[in-house]
Every structure is written in C-alpha cells, then in structure tokens.
C-alpha cells in the first residue's frame, strides 16, 4: 500500500470502530485478526523461538480466542491496533503486528511482532513492517515508532536496523526470561519529514 502526504499535516485519526483496512504487498498481506485465526496464532506462539522473545505468551487457544476480541475492542477504542500476517499465497495468520500509542493520538508508538520462524529470512517481515511504518506515518499521522528488542536476539536487532530503524539506547533489566532478568536495545523510527503538531491544550508532553 503507497501511503501518500506523509509530509503533510496529519489527518484526524480516524474512528476505528468499522475495522482495519488492509494492506497488501507483493510479499504480504496485513489484515484485522478473525476468530478463525486463533489456531494458527495458537501455534505459532507456543513455538520456543518465538515464545522466548515475548512475554508469557496465552497458554491455551481459548485465552488466544480472548485475545482476539480484545483487539476488536481496544482498536475501537483507539487503545491498540493488531494486523494479522498472512504471507502471499497462504490464507492462515504466520504472526502479527501491534501499534500501542504512548502518548495521545498516537504521537507516539510502540511497536510488537512476531513471525512463524518458517518464515525468518523471506523477506516477508520486512515488506510487512515497511507497511506498518507507512500506515503509522500516513495514516495515523504519527511522529515516532518505538520498538524493544533483548539484547541477545541478534535476528530481531537486525531486522529493525534493516527496516530504518535506530538503535537509541540499552533498557537495563527491561525484559524476563526464564526467571532471568535481561536487557533490552531501545529502537526508534522517526518520521522527519512531518510537520510539528499543535498541542491540545490540557494533554502532556
């Protein structure tokens, strides 16, 4: 998806209570989650390359199911927004995406993934993060992606650095696993072609 103006002022954020648009790549395709995708979502999640660089992921497919419908609501109600990672020529989710705004009207975002390991390495990450980043700049008129990444994941780093992201500092102590405190890299993608926005009076900085 080519997202046009992102030099311009940004846009009223949009009312997501009709649902995520989608966006297509050549590789990729970037779609609202369904029920149906919890099975597959189930699995790729209790994988350990993957359930080792996320926090507890669900332990059961109905707390996936769950999951599912709480993304429904908080996308309406501008909390978070989740795309679900269909590769081309598959029809099952092989990961997702989060944006999770940090500050109000989605200024500010934090950015979660993750990936079916079958598909590390095809290209299909990065085609799906270039349309996150196009949909966060231009769509919903933000300044600044964040990403957090363990310092011992080598793959994720990388990939972030390949997408244009910049590494920005280290998170002492950011992240648990296996009863092991461990520490993060701070990554940030900032769009420096947009125009500073006036502040609403009453928000904070």
């Known amino acids: ?117 079958a598909w590390w390495g095809t290209g299909v990450f990065s085609e799906a993060a270039q349309l996150i980043r196009e949909f966060a700049f231009g769509v919903l008129g933000a300044q600044r992606i964040e990403a957090r990444v363990s310092v011992d994941n080598p793959r994720g780093n990388a990939a972030l650095r390949k997408i244009g992201a910049r590494r920005e500092g280290r998170l002492r102590a950011a992240f648990i696993h296996e009863g092991r405190y461990v520490d993060q890299y701070l990554w940030a993608i900032v769009n420096r072609g947009a125009t500073p926005r006036r502040r609403t009076p009453g928000t904070s900085r």
């Not at 940004?10 to 050549?26: A, D, K, Y």
């Not at 990729?28 to 209790?46: F, I, K, M």
């Not at 332990?59 to 199911?65: D, I, P, Q, R």
């Open 1 to 117: 998806m080519a997202v046009h103006g992102i030099d311009a002022a940004p846009p009223p954020v949009p009312n997501w209570s009709e649902g995520l648009p989608r966006l297509e790549g050549e590789r990729v395709t970037l779609r609202e989650l369904r029920p149906s995708d919890a099975p597959a979502l189930y699995r790729t999640v209790r994988m350990p390359d993957v359930a080792q660089q996320m926090w507890p992921p669900p332990a059961t497919l109905e707390a996936v199911e769950r999951f599912i419908e709480r993304t429904h609501v908080n996308r309406g109600l501008g909390q978070s927004i989740y795309f679900g990672v269909v590769p081309g020529g598959e029809t099952d989710v092989a990961g997702l995406f989060e944006l999770r705004p940090m500050q109000p009207r989605f200024f500010r975002l934090e950015l979660g993934y993750f990936l079916h390991p």
